[in-house]
């Protein structure tokens, strides 16, 4: 439609059913619809008048009240005394999915990121890269950008490069090597979802809950049935270990620093004590990331 026939009620009506059963998507959908008209504006390509998509005017006293929003949640994540043995599980599936899920929970990455590797990331070999074995992945890729200059290093446990070494190469596709790859039946070659894995975690846990035994859910999280939810990718691979790297009494590892653990997860912003920060911390790293590999594995002989 013509952009000055847009109303808040015309956009009430279209997100009111999203505005409730969604989290963040309508507030980011609508923030760029107010952004757009703010420029129309700003530059004269339209007449002036108020912004439709201004949550702090008419739109927000239309759209339902924050009482009948879907509430926020954590991530289900796996406790971390049955990481082994969810590890130990996984080494029964010997599929490609398989590879992710333990690729991306030993390198603490970020679902998307993990999934999204490529070959050309990866260096095995210090002639190739003075910090190998490492994966070196973009800044551009990543969640925080802006803030940090530096792209993010992964330094890799001997778990992970022994993985990788073990996995099969494609061609590459439109110029993307990626790692943990599928090929369609016209020969085409793409990345793994996530949801991929999180359907592969399903699969697991219905498999064991026929034989009887426990499934891998996050017991401080119920769906709407009152049953326990199943684990995801994303808050088993940060949530799980940073509960591991921060409990050193508990899982009977060193101490390690604070900065260490926060790059390993990639929790890194440019305020006062990060200001002169130019590089990750590579060499504690790889000592945290090669403990939490020996962990994940330690019920695997």
Known sequence: MNAQDLTPELLAQAFKYKWTTMIDTPERVIGEIKRAFDFALRSGKIQPCLNPADLKGRLRDLL???????????????????????????????????????????????????????WSE????????????????KRDEMKVKRVIKFDKETPLSDQAVNLLKNLP???????????????????????????????MIRKINSSLIKKGELPFVDPDLENPDGSLRNITLYGTARASFEAWAYDSVRFNHKQFSEKAIEHCLDHVTEKYNNAYLRKSVTGEMREILQAWADYCYSKIK
């Open 64 to 118: 339902p009240p924050d009482s009948m929003r879907a509430q926020k949640s954590h991530q289900p994540a796996l406790p971390v005394d049955r990481i082994p043995e969810l590890f130990e599980e996984l080494q029964r599936h010997p599929s490609i999915t398989s590879k992710l899920i333990q690729y991306t929970i030993l390198t603490v990455s970020r679902a998307s990121n993990a999934r999204l590797s490529l």
């Open 122 to 137: 990866i260096y095995f070999d210090t002639k190739d890269h003075p910090q190998a074995p490492i994966q070196v992945t």
């Open 169 to 199: 190469k494609f061609v590459a596709s439109g110029g993307y090597d990626f790692v943990f790859a599928k090929a369609s039946v016209e020969g085409e070659i793409s990345p793994l979802s996530e949801a991929t894995c999180n359907s």
